[in-house]
């Protein structure tokens, strides 16, 4: 699985004045620290500068090619902005996002089309986000796809992304999220990419309590079958569920609860938590955080104690 590094975020105050105050160092720093952690792709959202985004996104792609070596994802609504990062990538870019509207699509597919970048597309249409993982299906087929083609987008650069919401008020949509990703493989031969915001899950979670929901919320991506995530690649434990489930480690027992449920996830089964998981020190919290994930148990900022 590709890693985009999430961490350039103009919603971080330290970026935000980094970008405001155009401090090359700060931002260097970051993105090396992201490259040197795992992180394949950085992803630099710099908001939706409707003023002065064709400036700052050109110098933010020419400031951190000084001293990474990886495509980009450049993240903000403005098209302009978008375009006059393009000019600058030295890798083949992701243009992050359009959605499933007319409106985006004609915007941002051209732009995708006449310099070769990839384009992640939110299954997103006109009246919101469908609320099943079969409706987001019938957007992608309906919409998505058919207006790519027109736009002459080849498949093999188009990212679905199925759009990831927290289970902090909605912790049902998270298996809907994990079974569109099953979905979104089906779709065409070889299949398209995939993708997802995969820490959107834990919004408006305790800051303490995100990255295990994160975490594991990863492993059931993993086991759908997406192909990359814009992960915080500063944090340890999601780079360590990446590698025990793709290195298959289960030299620990939670190093076997992870690959188990990701293996139950391809195979399109439900996972069931055993007892002993729950008893177990080093597997109860994951346990328990399954079960929320699954929609079996209410979430509560207090889940992992009541």
Not at 20 to 39: F, I, M
Not at 63 to 92: M, W, Y
Not at 107 to 127: F, K, Q, S, T, V
Not at 218 to 235: F, H, K, P, R
Request: glycine share 6%; with cysteine.
């Amino acid at each position: 699985m590709i890693v985009i590094g999430e961490s350039i975020h103009v919603i971080a105050p330290r970026v935000r004045a980094a970008l405001e105050g155009k401090d090359a160092r700060t931002l260097q720093d970051l993105a090396t620290r992201q490259v040197e952690a795992g992180a394949q792709v950085l992803d630099l959202n710099i908001g939706p500068q409707r003023r002065q985004g064709h400036e700052i996104m050109p110098w933010l792609v020419d400031t951190l090619q000084e001293v990474v070596d990886v495509p980009f994802s450049l993240d903000t609504t403005n098209a302009a902005a978008i375009e006059a990062g393009l000019k600058r990538c030295k890798h083949q870019a992701i243009i992050n996002s359009t959605d499933a509207t007319e409106g985006r699509m004609n915007a941002m597919m051209p732009l995708a089309a006449e310099y070769n970048a990839r384009l992640i597309a939110l299954a997103l249409g006109e009246e919101g986000l469908p609320p099943s993982a079969e409706a987001r299906l019938e957007l992608v087929m309906a919409s998505i796809l058919p207006a790519a083609e027109s736009h002459g987008l080849p498949t093999e650069n188009l990212y679905l992304d199925p759009l990831v919401l927290t289970v902090n008020g909605m912790q049902d949509q998270a298996i809907q999220t994990v079974t569109a990703v099953h979905y979104f493989k089906e779709v065409s031969d070889p299949p398209p990419n995939t993708t997802a915001g995969v820490s959107n899950v834990s919004n408006g979670v305790p800051r303490e309590g995100r990255p295990l929901i994160n975490e594991v919320f990863l492993a059931m991506m993993l086991g759908a079958g997406i192909g990359s995530a814009i992960i915080n690649a500063l944090e340890e434990g999601a780079m360590s569920v990446i590698k025990t489930i793709e290195n298959r480690d289960t030299s620990t027992r939670l190093g076997q609860l992870y690959v188990a449920l990701a293996d139950a996830v391809a195979a399109a089964e439900e996972f069931q938590v055993e007892p002993s998981m729950l008893e177990d020190p080093e597997t109860r919290d994951v346990a328990r955080t399954i079960g929320i994930l699954y929609d079996r148990q209410i979430y509560a900022h207090s889940y992992l104690t009541l």
